[in-house]
Every structure is written in C-alpha cells, then in structure tokens.
C-alpha cells in the first residue's frame, strides 16, 4: 500500500487510479507560527480526515489501487483550504500550506490527464444537517434540485459535472440522480443520500451543493476531470471506527460502480 508524503501540512498519496480525493477541514494541527484567522468559518469536519484514512485503506482491499488523496492537517482556524486564496488565510505564514495543497491537487490532475485523459475529483466534508443524509453536491442548489427533470436539465452546463457525458453513456439525470448516480449507489448500500432516486432533493431545504474546490477542479470551467463535493453527517457515519470503516466499504464498492459505467473504468482489473 502506497504510503503519504507529509509536507508543511499536507499528507499526499500518490495515486495509480483516475480518482483525487481531498479533505480539506479534517484537520487539527495548530502551529504556533501562523496566526488564527478571525473571519469566516473555523469548524473541524470531525473525523473526515480519519474516514478519507479509511476510504484509502478500502481502496486497496478492495482494488488493490490507491486514489490520489491530499489532505489537510491543519486546522481550519489557521487556513481554510476550500476557498479562494483571498479569503482562505490572514497571516501570510500559511500560504505555503495553501499553496502545497493546491498544487498537489493541480499536479493530481495533470496526471491523470496525461495517464488516463479522464477522471474524477471528489472533496470530502462532515455536516450535521438533522436528517442525517449524505449529500453529493454538484454545484446545483437544492431548488434547482426540486425542479422538474426537462428543467433541471438545462443546468447541466452550471455543474461540476458538466462534461461527464463526453464520458458516460447516461444521460445527465442519471449521472446526477438516477440509478447508477453516486447517490442512489450508497442508498443501495444502505446510506440515504441526496441527489438519488430515493430522494431527489432535501426536503427540509438542508444540503450543501459544493465550495471553491469543486468549482476549481470539477469540469465547471471544461476539461475531462468532472468533480463531487460529498458531505457526509456525523451520526453513524463519521462518530465512531467502525462505523468510519463500514461507510468506507460502502463508498468504495459504490465508487468501483460509478466509474466502470461513467467512465469506462474497471478498478477491480
């Protein structure tokens, strides 16, 4: 199993598959040399570093293969690692960790690019919304969710996943909440999510639709990396080891789903 490189903060696999993950706020390191920020928001995404931890473990029990995985172990009161650079730091001591993130997520992706010319980006969160979904955001907010499907189609062109159908024979509905959507496969595992067949959007109106990162390295802007934000809740899910490692199983065999349809992909050879 491929082991991290840890610099000025950031923990980096290298990965042999086309699939980044990031985790940008599971982070606790407070170094004494860089100021605390006093705007935005400070809150730790508890344990999201220990379940992306797990995710990787899985990958290889299950594939074999590693992802590539940048993570940040800094705290969030230092520098927040999924806004844009004018927002994610006061104290200029923490552009070097800013900076080693993004350029590891930017050299992730050049990668794949030259390797593999197709891939996906996926940015993992923690959130506490009452119903305990988990929420795979595609920059669409959850009114956009509630529309109609011939409506809702028309704003594939504003997603992070907007060029995945150069790639996928689904169409966009399916890609985004239809059967082989990334939702759908973990309600099939036994984790209710939003966008899915089960639940196309949030009733209640809490869900998140995705931040900076997945609007810089997702296919917004073009390109044939297509990007995910997910958020996953805390109960059952993120608050204990075991319940870490069972979602990790869970999201792994659905991920190997996901890329052999969308992308063609089979992990498991």
Not at 40 to 68: A, R
Not at 115 to 139: A, M, N, R, V
Not at 155 to 172: K, P
């Amino acid at each position: 199993m491929i082991q991290p490189i840890i610099k000025n903060h950031i923990r980096y696999y290298e990965g042999n598959i086309p699939l980044i993950l990031t985790a940008p706020h599971g982070g606790e390191v407070s170094p004494d040399n860089i100021d605390d920020r006093t705007h935005g928001v400070f809150d730790l995404d508890d344990y999201t570093l220990e379940l992306t931890e797990e995710i990787i473990h899985e990958f290889y029990l299950q594939t074999g293969k590693t992802p590539y995985v940048i993570v940040g172990e800094i705290s969030r009161t230092k520098v927040d690692l999924n806004r844009k650079r004018d927002l994610a730091y006061e104290d200029e001591r923490a552009k070097v960790v800013y900076d080693e993130f993004h350029h590891l997520i930017q050299k992730s992706e050049k990668e794949i690019n030259t390797k593999f010319s197709k891939g996906l980006y996926i940015d993992i969160h923690g959130q506490s919304h009452p119903k305990g979904y988990t929420e795979f955001g595609y920059l669409l907010y959850n009114d956009m969710l509630k529309l109609a499907d011939e409506h809702l189609t028309y704003h594939q062109d504003q997603t992070s996943i907007r060029t995945l159908s150069n790639f996928s024979n689904e169409s966009f509905l399916d890609q985004l909440k239809g059967a082989y959507s990334l939702g759908t496969l973990m309600c099939n595992e036994g984790y209710d999510s939003i966008p899915s067949t089960k639940i196309p959007y949030a009733t209640d109106g809490n869900y998140f639709e995705g931040a900076y990162d997945t609007i810089r390295y997702g296919s917004l802007q073009g390109g044939n990396i297509s990007g995910i934000q997910i958020e996953f809740p805390y109960t059952d899910i993120r608050d204990t080891k075991e319940h870490r490692q069972k979602c990790a199983k869970a999201f792994v065999k659905s991920m190997i789903k996901f890329m052999r349809v969308h992308f063609d992909v089979d992990l498991e050879e």
